[in-house]
């Protein structure tokens, strides 16, 4: 498995980092990993290592980049999760959406995608997951490798 921070080109212009791990053979398919309210934190990183183990190609947004790039927050830390709800309340989910459908573009033109992608997420990240799977279909029917959002 390897990892690496990449820059995402956003829809809306500027840019964002993202987690991206890797296995070491070709990719099973892609997976959008979608933060939680605490960032791309340990917790992040690790979940899509273990989904890179499996065989996944996982990338993992900054989805908070607008309101403070790089957050990676302590779940174990009450003044940390305050930090959180903070940036939760600030958070806007139309941006993150179109950033997600970005991250989706940018997962899926990788060149060892094999083009299949999909996504799971924790928390704030199940709620875009759900967004993604909605609002995210003109991005399927236009790509030919796959009818999967």
Not at 23 to 38: D, H, N, S, Y
Not at 114 to 141: E, H, N, P
Request: glycine residues 8%; charged residues 20%.
């Amino acid at each position: 498995m390897t990892t690496q921070n990449v820059t995402i080109p956003a829809l809306s212009g500027g840019s964002f980092s993202a987690y991206l791990a890797a296995p070491i053979t070709q990719p099973r398919a892609g997976i959008v990993l979608i933060q939680e309210v605490l960032g791309v934190n340990n917790t992040m990183r690790q979940i899509a290592d273990d989904f890179a183990k499996a065989g996944y190609l996982v990338i993992v947004p900054d989805l908070y980049w607008r309101l403070e790039p790089g957050v990676q927050l302590d779940a174990d830390d009450k003044d940390q999760w305050a930090k959180a709800i903070e940036l939760l309340g600030a958070f806007d989910v139309d941006s993150g959406v179109e950033d997600l459908k970005a991250t989706l573009s940018f997962l899926r033109q990788y060149p060892s995608s094999t083009g299949k992608v999909g996504s799971v997420g924790f928390c704030l990240g199940g709620k875009l997951a759900y967004f993604m799977a909605t609002r995210a279909q003109t991005i399927a029917r236009a790509a030919p490798t796959t009818n999967k959002f």
